[in-house]
């Protein structure tokens, strides 16, 4: 604007002589043109004021405030909005919006740093319908608290969601965590207004390590966010957050009722029913491990894919052996990633029937009790016989075994051990 000012009386002297030339139309539009391409100099783009996160008690579901500058309060001639950029944890990214107002909504993992940042934009008459964004930007980091045991957060923190109808998450308690203590899981979804605590624990050993959610439903295809922390007599643990899709956790019950039938073309034709649960079938996919003994005795192993829950295939005669079972999965169409069932027990052309195992009678207490007491009687008796030799030993030659046993035992056994006793023979000399 000084610019023209300074030139603007040298542009009216030139007026008369472009006019006599025919050249003013082309100096208009030089003119016209410099004038429109002019930067907006009188107006500064400063960034937001007052930037700050405010936690509502969500498990890192933070609400983002800030507020406009103070130099572009009366601006009411153009459009202003905000450049928001903030650092996913979940994603290790950096994720950039642009909104009209002045807060938002984002997740972060409070076990990491929370950091923001937010930019001015001015589009509109004041600049020329020029979008302008601002040089400068207002940050936030905010450090997340050094509070709790170092390295006693849980890990491994895995969900099966068993047919899409329970779901059970456990974790690890880590190796520094005090025998004292007592963990807590509390989870928050975008249908809860505040963060709420596990409906059921699942124990081992009289420790939490789990949470089953039976009859407490959490939605499909929606983020649903998980801490783990806990006390001791130590004092706090270090909280641990998760987070996941439900869907993505799937893992059907195994296939049952497989059928095998033969055909007159030497087809055999195997089929199973879909597993109970509320999904569709066409998510359902389907892995078959096919076992087969040849005529000649040689074994061979396939695993085929299936779409659909029936088979069809070959087999050149009678002898040979077929041995099938089956497991599923959600397929990629339906769920991010899925997990495999169990196999369905195996089923076999032509049927083989299981031998069972001998089993011996076992032996009953009187039985028991009748071996022991003949033990402890002979074990009694060579001891006895034993003891009889040695005291011979030291005895008068003329003194008899038989004469000492009377004092041992009752006189029902007296005849028996002297029998014993005597057919021994006892040698008193020593070769050298």
């Keep these: 604007m000084i610019f023209f000012l300074q030139f603007f009386p040298l542009f009216v002297r030139f007026l008369p002589m472009a006019n006599r030339s025919g050249a003013l139309p082309l100096l208009m539009l030089i003119f016209l043109t410099w004038r429109g391409g002019m930067p907006c100099c009188a107006i500064t783009v400063d960034p937001p004021e007052d ?12 609400e983002i405030v800030w507020r406009l500058p103070s130099s572009l309060m009366n601006m009411t001639k153009c459009q202003l909005q ?3 950029e903030y650092f996913n944890a979940y994603k290790n990214k950096w994720e950039v919006l642009r909104t009209l107002s002045t807060t938002y909504s984002a997740q972060f993992d409070l076990s990491k740093d929370v950091q923001v940042k937010v930019f001015t934009i001015l589009n ?22 050094n509070t709790g045991i170092w390295d006693t957060e849980a890990t491994d923190f895995t969900c099966m969601y068993h047919n899409m109808e329970n779901l059970e998450c456990i974790w690890t308690s880590s190796q520094r965590t005090p025998a004292s203590a007592q963990q807590n899981l509390f989870f928050w979804h975008r249908l809860l207004e505040q963060a709420v605590e596990c409906p059921s624990y699942i124990f081992s050993g009289g420790v939490r390590k789990g949470c089953n959610f039976t009859g407490k439903p959490l939605p499909e295809f929606s983020d649903i966010y998980f801490c783990v922390n806990g006390s001791s007599s130590e004092g706090p643990l270090k909280p641990a957050y998760f987070s996941l899709q439900i869907q993505n956790h799937v893992k059907a019950a195994a296939p049952d009722k497989l059928n095998l039938q033969t055909r007159p073309d030497r087809h055999l034709e195997i089929s199973w029913e879909n597993p109970a649960g ?5 998510c359902l996919e389907w892995e078959v491990r096919h076992h087969h003994v040849g005529a000649d005795g040689t074994i061979l192993s396939k695993q085929i894919h299936a779409r659909n829950p029936s088979l069809t295939l070959t087999f050149n005669n009678s002898s040979e052996i077929n041995c099938f079972k089956v497991r599923s999965r959600l397929n990629s169409y339906c769920v991010d990633k899925s997990i495999w069932s169990d196999w369905s027990p195996e089923t076999c052309h032509p049927e083989m029937k299981n031998i069972e195992p001998t089993v011996e009678p076992e032996m009953t207490l009187v039985s028991v009790y009748i071996y022991i007491a003949v033990a402890i009687v002979a074990i009694l008796m060579v001891s006895l016989c034993v003891w009889a030799a040695i005291n011979m030993k030291k005895s008068k030659p003329g003194k008899k075994v038989d004469s000492l046993l009377p004092k041992l035992i009752p006189k029902t056994l007296t005849l028996g051990v002297s029998k014993i006793c005597s057919s021994k023979k006892i040698t008193t000399d020593v070769m050298v």
């Excluded at 405010?54 to 498990?59: E, H, I, Q």
């Excluded at 004041?126 to 040089?135: E, F, G, L, R, V």
């Excluded at 509320?278 to 066409?282: A, R, Y």
């Design 278 to 282: 509320k999904f569709s079938v066409d």
């Design 124 to 145: 509109g008459e004041c600049t020329n319908n020029k979008m302008i964004k601002s040089k400068d930007y207002s940050e936030l980091l905010v450090k997340p608290p």
């Design 82 to 84: 905000y450049q928001l």
């Design 51 to 62: 930037l700050a996160v405010l936690d509502s008690g969500r498990l890192g579901r933070l």
